[in-house]
């Protein structure tokens, strides 16, 4: 049977909302909600959110409205709380919601700061489907809670990716040291530099990478630090600012095709010459220098 979530009828906020998609996200996809402030229709309810003046998880009520209650949690804090504590959401996942959404709510509703405006935000746009809904609430915040899963669904397929993305740069850095190569080789676009730092990258032999782009194949030089402007080499000189058959005449790869001005990219037709490409840059450039 599905469960039945209980919160205040009339006006919805954003966190409200987002308890109601983290509990359809994480415990029940199916769970019906009834808004209400009448104590014996939240009685029914196997969660009550934001309403009803009790924080207890071990019942499953969650307000934060109380004089009683000294956290800094709102509803949609509560709930991810109680739902780490469960087994439902794993604790470092549960962290990035905090960082990406989740605390940033909380501190919103609880009045410890305010949205920036003309800045749109998750409270932002909550708040904007409240203006729409008129006297139809309830419709409305059906609405919201699905623009909301779409939302936490979106973090978590971002930090399934990011931790994928992460083994596989792992996994590239340690074949680059085994076999001697001083470019990381991926097999598809990933974003490497935050994984690739947090895995000593700034002291790793690498300094170039190679992955396939669309149609093409991709040399990057690597940066000496995350966020840094500097890299630890530079494609040759004589590549800067060329495409075409100007850059495969100026480096003597067929099929060369591009290289930007500022010579941290370039791109091939093939992976064949992307490492011939490679074989110029290893030879000849320096961390400081020209190829």
């Not at 209400?36 to 003046?53: C, F, N, Q, T």
């Not at 919103?108 to 909550?126: I, L, T, W």
Request: hydrophobic letters at 45%; a negative charge.
């Amino acid at each position: 049977m599905a469960l039945l979530l209980g919160t205040h009828s009339g006006s919805f906020h954003a966190d409200d909302v987002l308890a109601a998609a983290l509990i359809r996200v994480f415990l029940d996809a199916d769970a019906e909600v009834v808004r209400s402030r009448d104590p014996e229709v939240l009685a029914k309810a196997d969660i009550v959110y934001d309403v009803g003046h009790v924080f207890d998880p071990e019942t499953r009520r969650f307000d934060h409205h109380q004089r009683e209650y000294e956290g800094n949690r709102s509803s949609a804090g509560m709930v991810l709380d109680h739902l780490e504590a469960e087994g439902h959401v794993p604790a470092d996942l549960a962290a990035r919601f905090r960082e990406e959404l989740v605390d940033y709510v909380d501190a919103v509703d609880v009045g410890a700061r305010q949205p920036e405006h003309g800045v749109p935000c998750f409270s932002m746009m909550v708040g904007v489907l409240t203006e729409r809904a008129g006297d139809d609430f309830d419709r409305w915040y059906e609405r919201a809670v699905t623009f909301a899963i779409d939302v936490v669904e979106g973090i978590r397929a971002g930090f399934d990716r990011a931790n994928a993305d992460a083994a596989a740069v792992r996994d590239a850095m340690a074949a680059a040291e085994t076999q001697g190569r001083r470019a990381l080789h991926l097999d598809r676009y990933l974003k490497w530099k935050p994984a690739y730092f947090a895995a000593g990258g700034a002291e790793h032999p690498t300094d170039l990478v190679l992955f396939p782009g669309r149609g093409d194949w991709r040399l990057v030089t690597i940066p000496v630090a995350e966020g840094s402007r500097e890299d630890k080499v530079k494609l040759p000189e004589r590549w800067a600012g060329l495409e075409g058959e100007a850059l495969e005449a100026a480096s003597g790869i067929a099929g060369a095709r591009f290289c930007h001005r500022n010579r941290f990219i370039a791109a091939f037709d093939t992976e064949a010459a992307a490492l011939e490409g490679i074989a110029q840059v290893t030879d000849r450039a320096t961390p400081s220098g020209d190829g």
